[in-house]
């Protein structure tokens, strides 16, 4: 499928059509991703066995779409129009999202993911124009749904050379909890494997300065949401709670440059926790709260 041209008109009425349209993946969750998850973001977890629960955000590791390499854009996503609408807007980011933990996703478990297109929504905003998609997942393991996501992608214009940047937000006060860490070209690198994701600002430095215009390598979304899920999960552990449910919110991108991101958190109750995640400059990157329970 041809690569779309990013000057097209926004043909809402077509790009609506989506909504309603589902794809089915089934996946055998391996021990060998879970592993190398703890590896990438430098936890050293005891290897996994069978009928070991997932961690946290671990469940993106599987059920990938595999694109024949013939079917990528120049940017290295597939090419639009598939399960996705085709948005002709040239840039695509992961804007948040909302994960319901009902159950445990565990190795060894044959699991389904169902996706939903549920919502294509436009907005007008400063930077453009702003294309939102709202897929649901509902993953099954044993007939039973395990864990229910809302992920929100938004499709944007390429900002204006002459655009001033948006102002950063400060992020919250009072941390608990505090961790910091290197997202470097090799934690990049690993983390795009493991996710099958062949986008090229996470890895190629010219083309994401050149082509997209960007300071540098840009930290994946989901890597810094699974950071903070990593984060929250471990500490409500030791008063031996559980994540239920996390919402997570993009505030502003973060780079590779040499320097550390920190991920924070305090909990709110006994059994909720806000979290955030601080650039390399100290401003919020992201935004979350999560739910826990009784394990």
Known sequence: MDDIDPNAPLDMDHLRSWIGKTQELTDTIGAFPARAL????????????????????????????????????FDGHAKKGGFLPPVPLPRRMWAGGRIWFKGALRIGDKATRLSTVKDVTFKE???????????????????????????????????????????PKPAPEGAVWERRVLPDEAMLFRYSALIFNAHRIHYDREFTQNDEGYP????????????????????????????????????????????????????????????????????????????????
């Open 38 to 73: 703890a590896a990438t973001i430098d936890r050293a977890d005891p290897t996994p066995e069978d009928g070991d629960a997932l961690p946290p955000s671990a469940h993106w590791l599987y059920f990938l779409e595999t694109p024949q390499h013939s079917e990528l854009a």
């Open 125 to 167: 905003g400063k930077s453009g124009r702003l294309v939102f998609v709202l897929v649901e997942h509902r993953i099954q393991a044993g007939g039973q749904d395990v864990i229910v996501e809302e992920h929100d992608i938004v499709y944007r214009d390429e900002a204006a050379p002459d655009a001033p940047p948006p102002p």
């Open 216 to 295: 540098n390598l840009i930290v994946h979304g989901p890597l810094i949401a699974t950071l903070l899920m990593d984060l929250g999960a471990r500490e409500m552990a030791k008063q031996g709670k559980r994540m239920t449910r996390f919402a997570y919110r993009a505030v502003r991108p973060s780079f590779t440059d040499g320097r550390a991101m920190t991920f924070q958190g305090k909990p709110t109750g006994d059994n909720a926790a806000d979290l955030w995640a601080l650039d390399q400059d100290n401003w919020l990157a992201m935004q979350a709260d999560a739910d826990f329970e009784d394990a």
